[in-house]
């Protein structure tokens, strides 16, 4: 993971990262490979939670709950190729977008869980860094 992100994520509360059996498991679920730095992400850190910018509260959910959660709020249902990876807490999704099933083209978003559907996003990034950058000055 890149020192800018490792920069950004410090405030938050920081977990063991995931090893490899765990990617392979999280990869088997979506059944297709995910970006390279948000792997990145969970090798670092199998989730992070806390205050980030001005007005989030970011939870980035470990693989296990990645799992459990796209499961329980059937995402897949309501905007096929979403992955959700965490959340503000409250009504707030952050998900990647793999409807591409290139993961080049795959995008990390943001948009409500009151209109978990495609056309209803409030923000997309090309990349992991991205988001988070977005994340950390987004002020409303």
Same mark, same amino acid.
């Given at each position: 993971?890149? *020192?800018?992100?490792?920069?950004? +994520?410090?405030? $938050? %509360?920081?977990? /063991? =990262?995931?090893?490899?059996?765990?990617?392979?498991?999280?990869?088997?679920?979506?059944?297709? *490979?995910?970006?390279?730095?948000? +792997?990145?992400? $969970? %090798?670092?850190? /199998? =989730?992070?939670?806390?205050?980030?910018?001005?007005?989030?509260?970011?939870?980035?959910?470990?693989?296990?709950?990645?799992?459990? +959660?796209?499961?329980?709020?059937?995402?897949?249902?309501?905007?096929?190729?979403?992955?959700?990876?965490?959340?503000?807490l409250s009504v707030t999704a952050f998900g990647i977008?793999?409807?591409?099933?290139?993961?080049?083209?795959m995008s990390f978003v943001v948009m409500d869980f009151?209109?978990?559907?495609?056309?209803?996003?409030?923000?997309?990034?090309?990349?992991?860094?991205?988001?988070?950058?977005y994340l950390h000055t987004y002020s409303g």
């Amino acid at each position: 993971m890149d *020192e800018i992100t490792r920069q950004l +994520l410090s405030v $938050l %509360r920081i977990t /063991d =990262g995931a090893d490899e059996q765990r990617i392979s498991k999280l990869l088997a679920y979506v059944g297709l *490979e995910l970006p390279d730095d948000y +792997l990145d992400f $969970l %090798r670092y850190s /199998d =989730g992070v939670e806390g205050a980030i910018g001005p007005i989030y509260w970011l939870a980035l959910w470990s693989i296990e709950q990645l799992i459990e +959660l796209n499961e329980a709020y059937s995402s897949s249902k309501h905007a096929p190729g979403l992955i959700l990876i965490g959340s503000s807490l409250s009504v707030t999704a952050f998900g990647i977008d793999t409807r591409s099933k290139l993961v080049t083209e795959m995008s990390f978003v943001v948009m409500d869980f009151l209109e978990l559907e495609w056309g209803f996003e409030k923000h997309r990034s090309c990349t992991f860094r991205d988001f988070i950058q977005y994340l950390h000055t987004y002020s409303g």
